[in-house]
């Protein structure tokens, strides 16, 4: 089976509008065949697809949250098609509640795995290799690989479960955005974030 890259999902996401765990499910389905995982979510989202496709997300908001002791406060950009969606409140929700996980997790440092440049993986890489050393050769580069899906899971926001995992059923973050790109049937897009804590 060939490897899914980041790179090959965001380009069908780009051309589609689905979602991005839509998107990587129809290219593992189709064995990293981009037209038959284009063909596969024709079939699957129907009409869906297409409508969010091309559309530059220009509208949205700004949101922040500032925990309780005034030491750490997070803005966010969530973006979408129209200024009515950016005016809704389950938009306007979403874009809090994904500031609130930020402030609580601290290690965050990407949107999505496509942020990370190939030097910042390399360089994990290597670190995570040398940790491996001491393991029998013919394992050290699967726990080193292992090692990396857990670090980007970390700090990439979209591969997150919700630090309210009771609240949002232990859901990701992408998964969160893909429900509500589909409620509004709008192109949800999480732009950017910084979180400032006291001392850092």
């Known amino acids: 089976m060939s490897t899914i890259s980041a790179q090959d999902v965001k380009a069908l996401r780009d051309e589609t509008g689905a979602g991005m765990m839509d998107c990587k499910r129809a290219l593992v389905e189709s064995g990293g065949d981009a037209e038959a995982a284009l ?17 530059e997300a220009t509208e ?78 013919n394992v050290r580069a699967k726990i080193a690989e292992g090692k990396l899906r857990k670090w980007m899971e970390e700090t990439v926001l979209l591969k997150q479960p919700h630090v309210n995992g009771d609240k949002y059923d232990g859901k990701t973050i992408e998964e969160l955005r893909g429900e509500l790109s589909s409620k509004t049937g709008e192109n949800v897009v999480v732009r950017r974030f910084t979180r400032f804590a006291v001392g850092e």
């Open 60 to 137: 949205g908001t700004v949101q922040s949250y500032i925990h309780a002791n005034g030491k750490v406060g997070v803005l966010i950009e969530v973006d979408c098609n129209t200024d009515f969606v950016a005016r809704n409140e389950d938009f306007l929700g979403f874009a809090r509640e994904i500031a609130m996980h930020i402030a609580a997790s601290p290690q965050t440092r990407y949107v999505s795995e496509d942020e990370i440049d190939e030097e910042s993986r390399q360089a994990e890489l290597r670190v995570f290799e040398q940790q491996a050393a001491d393991k029998p050769e």
């Open 39 to 55: 063909e596969l979510l024709r079939v699957q989202l129907g009409n869906k697809l297409g409508k969010l496709a091309g559309r």
